[in-house]
T-cell receptor, first 117, second 113 residues
Framework: DAGITQSPRHKVTETGTPVTLRCHQT?????MYWYRQDPGHGLRLIHY???????DKGEVSDGYSVSRSKTEDFLLTLESATSSQTSVYFC????????????????FGPGTRLTVT | AQSVTQLDSHVSVSEGTPVLLRCNYS??????LFWYVQHPNKGLQLLLK??????LVKGINGFEAEFKKSETSFHLTKPSAHMSDAAEYFC???????????FGTGTRLKVLA
């Protein structure tokens, strides 16, 4: 398994407070992603990164920002948390394999359960 | 634009009977397709993937899926369900260049004793 850790694993916070979730990888993968999982929606992409300092929005990016200052770390920040951001957040990584039989798969972290009260 | 549709939000089967979880996709080019499983309060585990090689893909735990371009389908099957198969299953399509995943909304599989 790819070495992906997320911290914290669980967090309860109040509406209006800032929150930062961290994703750390040891695989030196170029691409990193943040998803949120909500019942009935599957996982939806929040933001992704295609290199250090290179990020772009996903389909549900409003209210979230990201930063990637090092290959191994991808931070997700909720500037002012709202109850609608109560969710489970997953980080994933990907390294395009240009050789024959490339894996094409993303590797997922264990998730962070965030509750905004 | 790419998308996936999982045709059933819930499926119930008896232990020892076949499993069929249905997924249709939409893509303007030959897609990469995946099935993931998520057990309760757990992370995501890759079951199998299709990346334009063999159209019948075998995965872990006895699961397999067949890519049918004419039907734009990638249904997941297993000959005989086990209690441990009870979980939520996600069909996923990957976008070119950015490799972003687009997830289906999931199918919750219940296995009855």
């Amino acid at each position: 398994d790819a070495g992906i850790t997320q911290s914290p694993r669980h967090k309860v916070t109040e509406t209006g407070t800032p929150v930062t979730l961290r994703c750390h990888q040891t695989e030196n993968h170029r691409y990193m992603y943040w998803y949120r999982q909500d019942p009935g929606h599957g996982l939806r992409l929040i933001h992704y990164s295609y290199g250090v300092k290179d990020t772009d929005k996903g389909e549900v990016s409003d209210g979230y920002s990201v930063s990637r200052s090092k290959t191994e770390d991808f931070l997700l920040t909720l500037e002012s948390a709202t109850s609608s951001q109560t969710s489970v957040y997953f980080c994933a990584t990907y390294e395009s394999d240009t050789g024959a039989g490339g894996s094409y798969e993303q590797y997922f972290g264990p998730g962070t359960r965030l509750t905004v009260t | 634009a790419q998308s996936v549709t999982q045709l059933d939000s819930h499926v119930s089967v008896s232990e020892g009977t076949p499993v069929l979880l249905r997924c249709n996709y939409s893509s303007s080019y030959s897609p990469s397709l995946f099935w993931y499983v998520q057990h309760p309060n757990k992370g995501l585990q890759l079951l199998l993937k299709y990346t334009s090689a063999a159209t019948l893909v075998k995965g872990i735990n006895g699961f397999e899926a067949e890519f049918k371009k004419s039907e734009t389908s990638f249904h997941l099957t297993k000959p005989s369900a086990h209690m441990s198969d009870a979980a939520e299953y996600f069909c996923v399509v990957s976008k070119r260049r950015t490799y972003k995943y687009i997830f289906g909304t999931g199918t919750r599989l219940k296995v009855l004793a």
